[in-house]
């Protein structure tokens, strides 16, 4: 999630429930998993008549390789142009303005980058189309990050990317410290940092930081840590299930961070970017963000200095939350014969590797995971396909947003200091299941 691709992501596979970032709770969700002769499956795709321009809302790209692909259609189609209309970074802004644009029934937006988890709230409110599930080669991409596109077993949207959280690090400063690995654990990073800041050169440094500020990747950072810490914010039957000793422990550890200077005071305002710039400008040791970032500090001055690895946890490697977004058409459309071609060329095989050369971005071909140059060339892909593959999923629910907010609310509220944990793990824990009373 990028919450900029960012705020962009295939539980273990048997977590799929026990692991959900957000509340899914019986009367939210959604039958996305049902059998094929649920209520849904009578649903048709519509049909896809116009040709002409059209546009492709998404949130402002740092990368300029969205640009780069559009372009390579716009040359082969003149008749046909995209027109690129970026969003704001904050992914609770973009959120904010397609739904704006579809309540008013504006052919404004074309097709659609949705935040992964977005999908099923759209397609549950039609306003976006079915799509032909045949046309697209879904067999070839990560089954978890297929599914995020699905409603009622129809396909609504197609993957563009995927997204799973990573720990950057800067390599040299361990190396010289004398750490001789990543942490694997949240001990672990701590000491490792008290090494690093003893350095000379790394004086003024501060030890890690992910998305802080109140939106959507604050609740990706909390549930990241009550996953790492052994903890559900929902249970195996999909409740909401915060107010327990295990998620507390995720929470302290975020809490207890700020208190004691581990994640210093200003990134209670960090974004995905003032993450990025933070870490690239020499001032953090450890960093969790996504994948985007790999070739952007690539070209700045911590070139060469870093690494990757999975995200640390309680007592063994972390749980990375699902990111990533798919490509949706938007029902009030025109010239839709044009966009769902241009969903296949933005999606295909090409496409996929150009943003994963260019922008770091997680493709959704499982082969590009198997390449062996690829990896040799982007070394960041193995750590990441395992970030992928063991990252827990946010659960496809209707009312998405206002669950989302509720975790924001109260997660900000513990880190700031106006409540201690356990309040606001007990206040999460009411106000999800108010949620989840019809």
């Excluded at 969205?66 to 259609?73: A, F, M």
């Excluded at 003893?198 to 992910?210: H, S, V, W």
């Excluded at 005071?265 to 710039?277: L, N, V």
Aim: aromatic share 8%; with cysteine; glycine share 8%.
């Amino acid at each position: 999630m990028n919450a900029r691709t960012n705020a962009r992501t295939n539980a273990r596979t048997t977590r799929v429930l026990q692991g959900s970032a957000l509340l899914v709770a019986a009367g939210l969700v959604l039958t996305a998993c049902g059998s094929s002769g649920g209520s849904g499956s009578s649903e048709k795709s519509p049909s896809f008549s116009g040709r002409g321009p059209i546009t492709y809302a998404a949130a402002k790209d740092s990368s300029g390789v969205v640009q780069k692909v559009i372009d390579g259609w716009n040359k082969q189609h003149p008749k046909e142009k995209v027109t690129f209309v970026q969003l704001p970074s904050d992914v609770n802004q973009q959120r904010q303005q397609m739904i704006q644009n579809a309540e008013t029934k504006s052919d404004s937006y074309t097709v659609l980058s949705l935040d992964a988890v977005w999908t099923s709230e759209f397609a549950a409110h039609r306003w976006i189309d079915q799509l032909p599930a045949a046309q697209f080669p879904l067999d070839k991409m990560l089954k978890p990050v297929v599914e995020t596109t699905k409603y009622r077993d129809n396909l609504y949207a197609v993957p563009q990317s995927s997204d799973g959280g990573m720990l950057y690090y800067r390599s040299d400063l361990l190396k010289k410290a004398g750490v001789s690995a990543a942490p694997t654990t949240w001990a672990q990073l701590r000491a490792a940092c008290a090494k690093v800041q003893k350095l000379p050169e790394a004086k003024g440094m501060n030890c890690y930081a992910g998305q802080f500020q109140k939106y959507e990747g604050l609740t990706v950072n909390f549930s990241e840590a009550v996953n790492s810490a052994g903890g559900v914010v929902t249970d195996a039957d999909g409740k909401p299930d915060v107010d327990t000793p295990e998620a507390k422990k995720g929470l302290d550890f975020l809490v207890d961070s700020f208190k004691d200077g581990t994640i210093p005071k200003e990134a209670i305002t960090y974004q995905e970017e003032e993450g990025r710039q933070a870490f690239q400008s020499g001032k953090l040791i450890f960093l969790r963000n996504w994948p985007y970032v790999y070739s952007l500090a690539e070209k700045s001055k911590v070139k060469g200095k870093f690494a990757v690895a999975p995200l640390p946890g309680l007592d063994g490697a972390g749980s990375s939350t699902l990111g990533g977004h798919n490509v949706a058409l938007s029902s009030f459309a025109e010239n839709k014969a044009t966009a769902l071609d241009f969903i296949k060329f933005f999606t295909n095989h090409d496409s996929a590797t150009t943003f994963l050369k260019e922008g770091s971005a997680a493709p959704p071909y499982a082969d590009l995971y198997a390449d062996q140059a690829l990896a040799e060339q982007y070394p960041y892909l193995p750590v990441l396909n395992k970030s992928i593959l063991n990252a827990v999923p946010r659960p496809r629910v209707v009312q998405y947003g206002d669950a989302s907010a509720a975790i924001q609310q109260e997660a900000y509220a513990a880190l700031n200091g106006d409540k201690s944990s356990a309040q606001a793990l007990k206040d999460l824990q009411a106000a999800l299941r108010k949620l989840a009373t019809p």
